[in-house]
């Protein structure tokens, strides 16, 4: 009788030198748009969306079966797209660290608290914006970056979706709908989601000057 063994090793794997960063690559996160970079690369969740409309069906239609091999395969279908969500995650995460690490610039990304109550959606998109693995895709981020020797640095995300990077000028008014922002001082515009990561990495620039500041010289 054959059995199967299997062998469980762990390796590790050296992180590189974290080096000075030249500027910042600015990551906003959301719903409609999974990440948007201060470069405008913008990463779509209309995939996604599809696929879990397409899950959600799946599973009402099974969950109006009230058998016990229904939950079964409701718990084969949620590992399923748990798994899916993953494999954005990772693949997102690996092409925002690759693409900073090339430039030698860090890493900015907004302060996770409070984020799902930040990102506002349609009442059709309330379920995607609860059960979407935000932290998981800063997980990635970070520990793709620290292995790379990339900075990572996150900060105040209050009103980065308001706030005009070219004047300063921040209000609601400044976003006419979701995906657009225009600026109602100075008229500068642009997709919503770019203007949100320019303030991300704006942040991140004087965040990482006060952070290296040198301590004062003792009087």
């Known amino acids: 009788m054959n059995q199967e063994r299997f062998l469980a090793a762990t390796c590790e794997v050296p992180e590189a030198e974290r080096y000075q960063p030249k500027d910042w ?9 999974l990440a948007t970079t201060s470069d405008g690369d913008n990463h779509s ?14 599973k009402a239609e099974i969950q109006a079966r009230r058998t016990r091999s229904a939950a079964q ?3 084969k279908r949620a590992r399923r797209e748990s798994r899916h969500a993953t494999h954005i995650n990772h693949t997102i995460s690996k092409t925002v ?17 409070g984020i799902r109550e930040r990102v506002t959606v349609r009442r ?13 895709l800063g997980a990635f981020i970070a520990y793709k970056a620290r292995r ?9 995300p209050a009103y980065t979706s308001q706030r005009c990077p070219r004047c ?6 400044n976003r006419p709908s979701r995906d657009a922002f225009c600026c109602r001082r100075c008229g500068l515009a642009g997709p ?10 704006d942040r991140a620039r004087s965040a990482w000057v006060f952070v290296n500041m040198p301590p004062p010289v003792p009087a």
């Open 25 to 33: 690559l600015g990551v906003d996160r959301g719903i409609t748009n």
């Open 45 to 58: 969740g209309r995939r996604l969306d599809r696929y879990r409309r397409w899950q959600a069906r799946k």
């Open 73 to 75: 395969l409701l718990k």
């Open 97 to 113: 660290v690759a693409v900073a690490q090339r430039t030698e610039r860090g890493i900015a990304l907004e302060q996770l608290q």
């Open 124 to 136: 059709d998109q309330r379920a995607r914006q609860s059960s979407w693995p935000f932290h998981q």
């Open 148 to 156: 790379a020797g990339v900075p990572v640095i996150e900060v105040d």
């Open 168 to 173: 300063g000028h921040t209000a609601k008014a």
């Open 192 to 201: 919503a989601d770019v203007v949100a990561g320019v303030n991300v990495r």
